[in-house]
């Protein structure tokens, strides 16, 4: 087992993701899922040793990972903001929520996360607190019956906390 690193990622990580689920192409979604346990995200160069090391090519694993919603390419921010698209949801403008998420954010088109890597916005299809619609999850705390104002200012609330420790 190989303890160098590469890019942060230490090959033997990977190299016993790959002894505990094997080297054929099935075991490809259960060793990038346990990656993705470790980094929270799946790094090129991890990617890159599942190719080497076992029978799956480098399109299957790309494949895989860009197939399944789980899976991320990018690291993560330390907050996952989660922002509600579905029936209810879109009914009571959470398209206008996801915009004024962006605006509070700073995130221009197609990004996810900041750019100081504190927060990743992703869009869920229900929240299942329907009754509270629009909703947005920041980690675990639920914020409803939002509006584009409500999003500023709690943004602004969380800074004014963050500030205060
Ligand atoms: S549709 Fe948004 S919480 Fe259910």
Redesign the pocket.
């Known amino acids: 087992m190989s303890n160098e690193m590469v890019g942060g990622v230490a090959l033997s990580v990977v190299d016993r993701m790959i002894e505990r689920y094997g080297t054929s192409s099935d075991a490809a979604i259960p060793i990038l899922l346990g990656l993705q346990e470790t980094y929270g995200y799946l790094p090129l160069e991890a990617l890159q040793r599942v190719t080497d090391k076992t029978e799956t090519t480098p399109n299957q694993v790309y494949g895989v990972a860009t197939f399944y919603g789980q899976f991320r390419l990018k690291p993560v921010g330390e907050h996952i903001v989660r922002v ?1 698209h ?5 009914v009571r403008g ?1 398209v206008g929520i996801s915009e004024a998420l962006s605006e509070a954010l700073g995130l221009k088109d197609g990004e996810d996360t900041t750019a100081d890597n504190k927060y990743t916005v992703e869009t869920v ?6 009754s ?4 947005i999850m920041i980690d675990d705390k639920v914020y409803g019956k939002l509006t584009r104002k409500k999003v500023k200012d709690i943004f602004k609330q969380l800074e004014r906390e963050e500030s205060n420790q």
């Open positions: 509600c579905g029936t209810a949801c879109h959470a299809a229900c929240l299942g607190c329907c509270l619609s629009p909703v």
